[in-house]
């Protein structure tokens, strides 16, 4: 009997333990489609009256009537595009558009009306847009993805940093105090028997004005490299940037490029860029390596805060400015991809798992902007 008891207690325990694996993986599921979709409602009036009776064409009614109403709804998703991803849409437009089912699912109705005096049957849908595998395709018409089998390397200078202090500078005041003395002298001639008579009268003004000006320059910061979320750096920009043809090259592989790696930390302690001379000394090593393109950006690390309904840390990262940079017929580097104003919250259990979590929301961010702007300029 204890045998069966102790059987009985493992299956429960078992039982219990698929079934949450299995409650997980359905919220993983349905959070992963979510995360990848673009939900809207779109409406549209259909005339049926060609058609006769409605009752009678009731199902083809609907039926066209929502695919109507879908194609609105996928219309008012390509309208959110900037003018970057818009170009890039025009290259896979007929791919996508002859096959629309692929990438949406519409068949949620969640108003309608008939108006049998104007034979017309309006309907409200809601539309979700599988928005991944639409920028996927965009990401695969890559003009660097297209131009050769073999993927182009490209080599990446990006680092993190933390705030260590701020030096606010005194504000500069200047005092102007202005002075005025002033007098009027009146004279009046009158003609007395043969005698010419002047009276006079003088009025005496003081006129004081003063003012100034105040200037405030904008504080120095100061910050600290943190090479411990390179990897997360590379890991969220490298599948967007390899689906897009690229092969991501680290930069210490190259020793010529040792010291210059050093500087670069150094110059990220209180700028947002780099100073030309680095620039100049990272085109010239990767011209002699036959590299046509690298990245140079900073990632900046927030406060830590507290989610007060989880108790999660969250932590925000932003990137100032990331610049692709990519070599001419002439073998000159120029900037041929700029992306500014970035900023994710990640979340976590620790700091760290926060930091992290942002860091690739960001760089994912980050790299399928450059991808779209490289892919509008037609670069390869």
């Known amino acids: 009997m204890r045998y069966f008891s102790e059987m009985n207690k493992s299956y429960a325990y078992y039982k219990k333990l698929l079934s949450s694996i299995f409650i997980l993986l359905a919220i993983c599921i349905l959070y992963s489609s979510k995360a990848f979709s673009y939900e809207l409602n779109a409406a549209t009036s259909y005339d049926f009256s060609s058609l006769g009776d409605f009752e009678e064409n009731k199902s083809v009614i609907i039926e066209k009537a929502t695919k109507d109403a879908c194609f609105n709804a996928f219309k008012k998703y390509i309208a959110t595009f900037d003018q970057d991803k818009l170009q890039n849409y025009k290259r896979v437009k007929n791919k996508i558009e002859s096959n629309i089912k692929s990438y949406m699912v519409c068949d949620q109705i969640v108003d309608e009306n008939l108006d049998f005096s104007k034979s017309t049957y309006s309907i409200v849908v809601k539309a979700n847009i599988n928005s991944s595998k639409i ?99 590379s890991g969220g920009m490298e599948e967007i940037l390899n689906s897009a043809g690229f092969e991501l090259v680290p930069s210490w592989e190259f020793e010529n490029l040792d010291q210059v790696n050093k500087d670069i930390k150094i110059a990220f302690v209180t700028e947002d860029d780099l100073p030309p001379n680095l620039r100049r000394a990272i085109s010239k090593e990767m011209k002699a390596e036959g590299i046509s393109f690298y990245i140079t950006g900073i990632f900046d690390i927030g406060k830590l805060e507290v989610d007060s309904a989880t108790g999660n840390k969250v932590v925000n990262v932003s990137v100032v400015r990331a610049t692709l940079w990519g070599a001419n017929s002439r073998g000159r580097f120029k900037s041929v991809s700029t992306v500014s104003g970035n900023q994710r919250k990640g979340k976590g259990t620790s700091y760290d798992q926060a930091v992290k979590n942002a860091i690739r929301l960001c760089s994912q961010s980050v790299a399928k902007q450059m991808v779209s702007k490289l892919n509008a300029k037609g670069v390869n």
């Open 135 to 233: 920028d996927q395709e965009m990401i695969n018409s890559s003009a660097v993805k297209t131009s050769t089998d073999e993927p182009s390397e490209i080599v990446m200078f990006m680092l993190s940093r933390t705030v260590t202090s701020v030096k606010q500078k005194d504000k500069r005041v200047t005092k102007i105090e202005q002075n005025t003395n002033s007098e009027d002298v009146n004279q009046l001639e009158a003609e007395n028997e043969g005698e010419i008579v002047i009276s006079s009268e003088t009025v005496s003004t003081k006129k004081s004005v003063t003012g100034g000006n105040t200037i405030e320059s904008s504080p120095d910061i100061f910050y600290e490299i943190k090479d411990g979320y390179n990897e997360t750096i």
